[in-house]
T-cell receptor, first 110, second 114 residues
Framework: AQSVAQPEDQVNVAEGNPLTVKCTYSVSGNPYLFWYVQYPNRGLQFLLKYITGDNLVKGSYGFEAEFNKSQTSFHLKKPSALVSDSALYFC????????FGAGTTVTVRA | EPEVTQTPSHQVTQMGQEVILRCVPISNHLYFYWYRQILGQKVEFLVSFYNNEISEKSEIFDDQFSVERPDGSNFTLKIRSTKLEDSAMYFCASMIDRGPNEAFFGQGTRLTVV
């Protein structure tokens, strides 16, 4: 079965520090991988996706993600976190639908 | 920028009542979805819809649930007889195709069953 896992329920970082949100996947074949962000009482907003090609994918709001086939990972990163990045982040895998990980709550303290 | 719109934003209903959640997907999209999220937890797939029929559904999507695209724009989720455990945030999503393009999500309908 195809799935994604987010091993951390919560990530806490200080503003200005690097932010990493982890995601691992299990899929047969080549994956389509996505990151979405959810702010309180809001819908899911698309951040970035990996389809093929460069392993480093750049997305919205200064986020990027690194696809690593040997480690079956797709970690989300931001070099310098902002307080406004505090939100719930979901990794997702697409076959005919999106299947989401459990989500990681990111808290960036001032 | 085109967007998926959902109405109402919040619905309170009594247990056993029927509710209809409405969605207007992006106009040139062909694939439509409903997802559920209970209290800021995992986003769970309910059902996908293409070419006027259900293409896939999850275990959650039992006989109490139905979906419909009654006209060229609306996509609805009906819960026939609501239970307390149906209280959740329901998200509609649409995609232009099943390829590498992202899904676009509405802002959600918060359903509270009392």
């Amino acid at each position: 079965a195809q799935s994604v896992a987010q091993p951390e329920d919560q990530v806490n970082v200080a503003e200005g520090n690097p932010l990493t949100v982890k995601c691992t996947y299990s899929v047969s074949g080549n994956p389509y991988l996505f990151w979405y962000v959810q702010y309180p009482n809001r819908g899911l907003q698309f951040l970035l996706k990996y389809i093929t090609g460069d392993n480093l994918v750049k997305g919205s709001y200064g986020f990027e993600a690194e696809f690593n086939k040997s480690q079956t990972s797709f970690h989300l990163k931001k070099p310098s976190a902002l307080v406004s990045d505090s939100a719930l982040y979901f990794c997702a895998l697409k076959d005919y639908k999106l299947s989401f990980g459990a989500g990681t709550t990111v808290t960036v303290r001032a | 920028e085109p967007e998926v719109t959902q109405t109402p934003s919040h619905q309170v209903t009594q247990m056993g009542q029927e509710v209809i959640l409405r969605c207007v997907p992006i106009s040139n999209h062909l694939y439509f979805y409903w997802y559920r999220q209970i209290l800021g937890q995992k986003v769970e797939f309910l059902v996908s819809f293409y070419n006027n029929e259900i293409s896939e559904k999850s275990e959650i999507f039992d006989d109490q649930f139905s979906v419909e695209r009654p006209d060229g724009s609306n996509f609805t989720l009906k819960i026939r007889s609501t239970k307390l455990e149906d209280s959740a945030m329901y998200f509609c999503a649409s995609m232009i195709d099943r390829g590498p393009n992202e899904a676009f999500f509405g802002q959600g309908t918060r359903l509270t069953v009392v």
